[in-house]
């Protein structure tokens, strides 16, 4: 009799397949199927090298359901979209049982998790587990944002966090593997509960939030060092280099330092002069964006990053831009009196963003009733994810020490950090500007910054103009924030007291 298997993925594209080996190797034996035979050939082949649990490919869901343990666990690892209700459905059809659970993996629209779930509920548990590592990720540990039913999830925390990335839990840093004959890690793990279905996928959107205000600022600081420190490719990788051992230590940091001393072996250049400036995206960024507006939350850097890359795409009317539309022209700077400037100016924005995306996450928290532990989520972010940093310690800290912290740059470590950089930050959006420069997250950051230090802001006048030509109404500082009033611009008659 044919020993049944702990787990099936089904889809076997870069991040199912490298889920599967990473299932495998790490002891649970796996059943998988594909559409594509081509795939599951590849996948039993790669299979073949490691000293793993058994892996299994099918040719059906049906034999695929047949292969598994009950209550079965099943991980879609498809597109985001139709195409995961279309295999819920055939799941069902072949046999699903309501305690079986199937997992979307997938880049779902965290909204479309809620729907799914009221759909399938009596059905079988529909469970979602965002994830964050990419192809390296998947198969030597990612950071893992599941959400859903909990009953679900204690059936795959054993898995979960067996193969997701691992962090010492003394020093906090990264237990990094990143090939198969490198022993596997233990430590803490980067995978633990997040909360109701569709909380893990939104937890994944801000991470790409924060991911594309990170990138973007750290491409403006290059692009600085470039022009107005005249430095080269190499020059700026041997900084970035040197900041990738301090208080900037991260993932981003690292590979931009990669990056920059690649060399095109077909033209010599840097390999990054010669990729056309146009930076596409995948839509997380912009749905952290809309989430933002929807509840009110300033997230102006992140939002700025999003149309920064809306504006690498306008390719040709920039170079038309360039030719038509005046600006300074570029004085090179000593770089000796600069670079330290930067390193404060970038770790100061860096703070901020990641101050919106938890203000982000705080007020859906409140919205929607998750009771997120943003002490976890910091955590899980150490490793394995794009935006993993050192400095994800210190926050995940300061919500320890402060679990009611209202904003991320009040707590006293980052408080301090700002006051410190805030000159040098300043000093170098003068130059930028000065200099022609864009550098519209930095500038955006900067703007979050400052506007949290205006306890008396430019928005009364806001208001008043609301109240003069809409009859908005208005709260006065000398009275109950709950008393509405109304005051007659035109004929300058007083005010009336509306009762809200």
Partial sequence: MQVQKDIAVIGLGVMGANMALNLAERGFSVVAFDTNPLRSQALLTQHQSLTAAPLQTVQDLTQLMAQLTTPRRIVLSVPAGPIVDIICQDLITAGLAPDDVVVDTGNSQWRDSITRHQAYVNKFHFFTCAISGGEQGARFGPSLMPSGDKAAWQQLKPMWQAISAKVDPVTGAEIARTHVEQPLPEGEPCAEYIGPIGSGHFVKMVHNGIEYADMQMIAETVQFMRQVLAMSA????????????GKLQSYLIGITADILRTVDPKTGQPMVDVILDQAGQKGTGNWTAREALELGVPANAIAASVFARCLSTQKKTRTIGASQLAGPKVQAKDKVLWIDKLADALYCSKICSYAQGFELMSAADKEYNWQLDYVVIAKIWRAGCV??????????????????????MLAERFSNDLAKGQLAWRQVLTEAIGQGLPMLTTSSAIG?????????????????????????????????????????????????????
Wanted: aromatic share 16%; charged share 20%.
């Fill in 234 to 245: 190499v020059e700026v990788a041997d900084i970035f280099s040197q900041w990738n051992k």
């Fill in 387 to 408: 935006i993993r940093a050192t400095f994800l310690n210190d926050i995940a800290e300061s919500y320890q020490s402060q679990p009611q912290l209202p904003n991320l």
């Fill in 448 to 500: 979050y910054y400052d506007s949290y230090r205006e306890a008396d802001s430019s928005a009364s006048l806001i208001q008043a103009m609301r109240d003069y030509f809409g009859s908005h109404t208005y709260q006065r500082k000398d009275q109950d924030i709950t008393q509405h009033f109304h005051f007659d611009w035109h004929f300058g008659q007083g005010e009336q007291t509306l009762n809200n």
